[in-house]
């Protein structure tokens, strides 16, 4: 957990970001396994924190994007490690031990099995709508806000949630769309009491129970397992997650055929409902990466790219309330960390207006190039080797890609090594291939 | 401000005719009317009594709709005065759920003719309130006498004055998680729920995790046999009476004026005067906030109940606690608001104006022809039919005091003075100013012969 210090009204936010990135890096809280791995943890933190801040650091630092690849690596499914915490442990800490990378990128967050036990709809994954050896699981987009719900959202969000979102994405909570609004305080207590008496709230409490005891065993789990990877030396390089607010809608709410309808027909609503998230989100990021005591938040980005927008709906839509967002977290002193899935290559000139040194941009398939002279000089940049030749591209592939990246991007500092996406089915030997190449090219 | 399900006197049907949004408030308040003088969820035990329900439910329908029946109806102040005369009272009742069946049922045999009749009102399970506690209710032998006659209601400053603002973000959240644990030490543990704000993730799973949260959901859950005994208890004398061919006159939502939601529940009496002087801008705010999300959430698309009539009992506007200048001010535009919502759903507002309400005839006289019914406690009825008289049907006023401890002429004369002041040309319904719980029977029946013998247009 982290603790503001006394002064920190007085700070600014470079003060603020150096005190939580350095207490990151000192891997205060962290009862190593030997002398030697606190060494590594400090030595890997020390360069992510460098190249985060423009500085130089020992070499460029390689994030090796390990999604579910531990999995695979340890002769086991998706399935059985999403289902058996035990079995991922063993499986996550044996890649831990087999593969070099200057970060542990956490375990499996997706809940299986609390998603079956409440019949989750908006998720299919392995056993559950998707093959049982498949090495992902996938989001089910769909219109679960209604065009006119936007002002139930913003006026009654408990109630939104409770009576609208949830019984339209998950199958147990079906029944909260029958139960009465528990906007009045007034009778609120017989409310609860009839719902409660409801045979359909008894199974929802027994699904429930089930669920909340699955998921704090897996979290248990999980985190064992992320604290046996740090006291190897490996540092998490991420302290929580975030979206963007248009991404809120887009993704999880209205749906991309909702949210462009919605663009044209209410634009005012999207912008009013954004205004009333943005605080939300920014407040949950900074609990989060206090807690975590790491200042580096993940974002993935998704409707914002080359393709889903033209560069004035970005600049409407997507950028100002996403911009604001950032800099709110930049002010706490964390470090937002935006995965620009797809391509940014139109949106470089515009997301450049940010403080020196504030955000880490991951790129997927944006032109590198491109990025390292438009941002290199504002912000550390990340990416992009691409998910395909991760998994069918030869090792010299692999490492002819790496070389010339480092050659683009690391001049100067600044830059982290890392995939356009998670290496979820890679060939191992690409892996290696990756971590060798930034230690044969990536010294400064 | 609402209880939906607290006051259900009838089976919620959803049964609105087609293009109901294309209908007009009078077409769908006939609507409604139809479904209450023909009720599909009522089997009369002969046709005599159907006749009898269908000639009583028409005499009010007229009354409301400001024609002349053919008498004045009357709207008896019974109350749970039953249980007395039956030997028993509101405390045992709370705990014998069939005793006040037997009753009632004896009561109504024994008393003979009335216009409308229902069965115990909001005598709570004794068992369920033992464990559910509440600091803002006492019941008898739970904080109050165990002879007391009714509930009562225990003021406070629940809501801290600079709440508002917290309030308004989420009103659901700030009930359950600030609401609950100050007013029940049962509820005491969603001190500790998450917001569910904007929820990602199981929200959920981590509330049920906390031991004390788990612990109200299951001893909610534990009470269910016992709520669904009593709920039945209740529905079981209600269709019993309704098959006698006695209707129920409410049936709609229970509601409140905006401004008592805050005055009562929420701030108190003098919380609000503080509000009134100290932040005026914030309560006609969190008026306004609270007025929309009354009506959007549950007076739009309201369902088709027995009747349509919403009692609306109003406290904090009355000629004492506020000025005119207050009263025009803080309490009328958002109580008329709610009340032109309802009457656009078809729905007919009956407000109770608690206490005297005199002063304000002259300002409450802005509503649709029709489309409210006022019944007045303490309020000057001969003033209240001069000045709302053509536009509203007015309800009232017989004083309690007469039908508790008066005899039966001071109860005929005093219903000859009001049917002779308020009958002409329709619009009125004979009244109790409140219930009168330990009422002799032979009052009330009083107020009945007053009505045939004087009421007859």
């Not at chain 2, 019993?240 to 929420?266: E, K, N, T, V």
């Not at chain 2, 027995?306 to 958002?334: N, R």
């Amino acid at each position: 957990m982290f603790r503001r210090p006394e002064n920190w009204a007085e700070l600014t936010p470079q003060q603020r970001r150096d005190i939580r990135l350095e207490r990151w890096a000192s891997g205060a809280g962290i009862k190593f396994d030997s002398p030697e791995t606190e060494k590594g943890y400090r030595a890997r933190a020390t360069r992510l924190a460098k190249a985060a801040r423009l500085e130089i650091p020992d070499r460029v630092p390689c994030m090796v994007p390990t999604g579910w690849f531990p999995a695979i690596n340890a002769g086991i499914t998706l399935k059985e490690a999403m289902y058996n915490p035990g079995k991922m442990k063993r499986a996550w800490l044996k890649f831990v031990d087999e593969y070099d990378s200057d970060t542990f990128d956490g375990t499996i967050f997706f809940q299986a099995a609390v998603n079956d036990f409440l019949e989750a709809k908006t998720m299919k994954w392995p056993g559950h709508g998707l093959p049982d050896n498949s090495h992902s699981y996938q989001y089910v987009e769909g219109e679960y806000m209604k065009a006119h719900e936007y002002d139930l959202f913003i006026k009654d969000p408990f109630d939104f949630q409770l009576r609208h979102l949830l019984p339209r994405t998950y199958g147990k909570f079906e029944f909260f769309a029958d139960i009465p609004s528990f906007s009045s305080y007034q009778g609120l207590p017989q409310r609860l009491m009839a719902m409660c008496s409801d045979p359909r709230f008894i199974k929802l409490a027994r699904a429930i129970s089930k669920a909340s005891r699955a998921m704090l065993e897996f979290q248990k789990v999980a985190n064992e397992t992320t604290q046996a990877a740090l006291a190897r030396g490996f540092p998490m390089f991420r302290g929580g997650l975030a979206v963007a607010p248009f991404d809120v809608f887009a993704d999880n709410l209205r749906g991309t055929k909702g949210i462009v309808m919605d663009m044209y027909r209410q634009p005012e609503k999207i912008h009013e409902a954004m205004e009333f998230v943005l605080p939300h989100l920014l407040r949950r990021a900074v609990a989060m990466s206090d807690m975590a005591d790491c200042p580096i938040i993940m974002m993935p980005l998704h409707k914002g790219d080359d393709t889903f927008m033209s560069d004035e709906q970005f600049e409407t839509f997507y950028w100002p309330t996403f911009r604001r967002l950032l800099v709110g977290m930049v002010e706490e002193g964390l470090i937002p960390f935006p995965v620009a899935e797809g391509a940014y290559n139109r949106r470089l000139e515009v997301i450049k207006d940010l403080p020196r040194a504030s955000v880490i941009w991951m790129f997927d398939q944006t032109d590198m190039a491109n990025a390292k002279k438009i941002l290199g000089d504002t912000c550390c940049i990340c990416g992009n080797v691409p998910v395909s030749l991760a998994y069918t591209g030869s090792t010299r592939e692999m490492k002819e890609y790496c070389r010339r990246l480092i050659e683009t991007c690391a001049p100067g500092g600044g830059y982290i090594l890392s995939g356009g996406s998670t290496f979820d089915m890679a060939k191992p030997e690409n892996l290696r291939a990756m971590m060798e190449a930034v230690e044969e090219y990536g010294r400064y | 401000m609402t209880t939906r399900n607290l006051f259900d006197f009838g089976a919620q049907v959803p049964d609105k005719p087609a293009k109901w949004e294309e209908m007009t408030w009078q077409e769908k308040r006939e609507a409604r009317f139809d479904r209450w003088l023909n009720p599909p969820d009522v089997k009369f035990v002969s046709s005599e009594a159907e006749k009898l329900y269908k000639a009583r439910v028409t005499r009010f329908i007229k009354a409301i709709k400001l024609e002349e029946p053919d008498r004045v109806p009357v709207m008896l102040p019974t109350g749970n005065s039953p249980a007395y005369w039956g030997g028993a009272n509101f405390r045992t009742l709370m705990y014998d759920y069939k005793k006040g069946h037997e009753i009632w049922k004896k009561y109504m045999k024994a008393f003979g003719d009335m216009d409308a009749f229902n069965g115990p009102g909001f005598i709570p399970s004794g068992k369920i309130a033992e464990v559910i506690t509440s600091k803002t209710q006492k019941l008898p032998g739970l904080g109050l006498p165990e002879n007391a006659p009714m509930n009562q209601f225990v003021e406070g400053e629940y809501m801290k004055a600079d709440e508002y603002d917290l309030l308004m973000l989420d009103p659901s959240d700030y009930n359950m998680r600030v609401m609950m644990p100050r007013t029940s030490d049962f509820f005491k543990a969603f001190e500790r729920l998450p917001s569910l704000r904007i929820s990602y993730g199981n929200i959920w799973l981590t509330a049920m995790a906390d031991p004390g949260i788990r612990k109200i959901f299951q001893t909610l859950i534990d009470m269910s046999d016992e709520q669904v005994k009593w709920q039945m208890a209740s529905m079981e004398i209600n269709n019993y009476i309704r098959s006698q061919g006695y209707p129920s006159l409410f049936g709609g939502l229970m509601a409140g004026a905006p401004f008592d939601h805050f005055a009562d529940a929420l701030r108190g009496t003098r919380g609000i005067v503080m509000d009134m002087y100290r932040q005026p801008e914030k309560l006609h705010e969190a008026m306004d906030h609270q007025l929309k999300l009354m009506v959007e959430t549950t007076i739009k698309n309201f369902p088709m109940t027995q009747s349509p009539v919403c009692i609306m009992p109003l406290h904090k506007g009355d000629d004492t606690f506020m000025s005119d200048k207050q009263f025009a001010e803080f309490y009328w535009p958002t109580l008329r608001a709610v009340f032109l919502a309802m009457i656009d759903e078809g729905l007919v507002p009956m407000p109770f104006a608690e206490g005297r309400y005199t002063n304000r005839l002259k300002q409450i006289n802005d509503t649709p022809k029709s489309g409210v019914v006022w019944w007045f406690d303490q309020t000057d009825m001969a003033k209240a039919k001069k000045t709302i008289g053509d536009i509203c049907c007015i309800v009232g006023n017989v004083p309690t005091s007469i039908v508790m401890k008066g005899t039966v002429q001071q109860v005929k004369d005093a219903c000859r003075k009001l049917i002779e002041d308020c009958a002409p040309g329709g619009g009125y319904i004979l009244g109790g100013g409140a219930s009168a719980d330990t009422a002799p029977m032979e009052n009330l029946q009083a107020m009945m012969d007053a009505a045939k013998e004087y009421g007859v247009y």
